[in-house]
T-cell receptor, first 113, second 114 residues
Framework: AQSVTQLGSHVSVSEGALVLLRCNYS??????LFWYVQYPNQGLQLLLK??????LVKGINGFEAEFKKSETSFHLTKPSAHMSDAAEYFC???????????FGAGTRLAVHP | NAGVTQTPKFRVLKTGQSMTLLCAQD?????MYWYRQDPGMGLRLIHY???????AKGEVPDGYNVSRLKKQNFLLGLESAAPSQTSVYFC?????????????FGNGTRLTVT
């Protein structure tokens, strides 16, 4: 069965610092992996996705993630944090067809001046 | 573009009351989903539908029913609300034309059961 583990429920960085949000997955089949972002009182928005091909995936707002099969990881990074990046981030893996997703518990990112 | 619209945005119920949450999408998507979001647990799939007139159980279906009478609408019903159903509910839709099409989410319904 597929599952997703996000290490760290809360991450705090300074503005301009590197953002690293960790995601490890378990999947019995080649996974499709996603990162979503949720701003306060809003739904989830797609940041980026990995399907096949290039293992480094670029998304919106300067975020990128690298699929590492050997480590079963799909960590999300951004070189320089901005105040507007403060939000909750969810890693997800497809499960059981019909584009259904299994989500991690989420990581809340705080960015301070 | 409206995308996925959920109504209502907020609701307070007493234990034992019933209600229906409405989800509407204007993207002509075949697939629709209902998730609930609870602190520290991410989003968990309640029910989903792969087309008009079809529904299927997800990870946490107990206490909920759904209907998809029209392609653009997906209703989530609570017949007898319980405090454990206090949560934020999200509807999502997805295209069938790819095995990795992303989900498009509504803005959620915050439900409190007292």
């Amino acid at each position: 069965a597929q599952s997703v583990t996000q290490l760290g429920s809360h991450v705090s960085v300074s503005e301009g610092a590197l953002v690293l949000l960790r995601c490890n997955y378990s999947s019995s089949v080649p996974p499709y992996l996603f990162w979503y972002v949720q701003y306060p009182n809003q739904g989830l928005q797609l940041l980026l996705k990995y399907t096949t091909g290039a293992t480094l995936v670029k998304g919106i707002n300067g975020f990128e993630a690298e699929f590492k099969k050997s480590e079963t990881s799909f960590h999300l990074t951004k070189p320089s944090a901005h105040m507007s990046d403060a939000a909750e981030y969810f890693c997800a893996v497809t499960s059981g067809g019909y584009n259904k997703l299994i989500f991690g518990a989420g990581t809340r990112l705080a960015v301070h001046p | 573009n409206a995308g996925v619209t959920q109504t209502p945005k907020f609701r307070v119920l007493k234990t034992g009351q019933s209600m229906t949450l409405l989800c509407a999408q204007d993207m002509n998507h075949e697939y629709m989903y209902w998730y609930r979001q609870d602190p520290g647990m991410g989003l968990r799939l309640i029910h989903y539908s792969v087309g008009e007139g079809t529904t299927a159980k997800g990870e946490v279906p107990d206490g909920y029913n759904v209907s998809r009478l029209k392609k653009q609408n997906f209703l989530l019903g609570l017949e007898s609300a319980a405090p454990s159903q206090t949560s934020v509910y999200f509807c999502a839709s997805s295209s069938w034309d790819s095995t990795n099409s992303p989900l498009h989410f509504g803005n959620g319904t915050r439900l409190t059961v007292t």
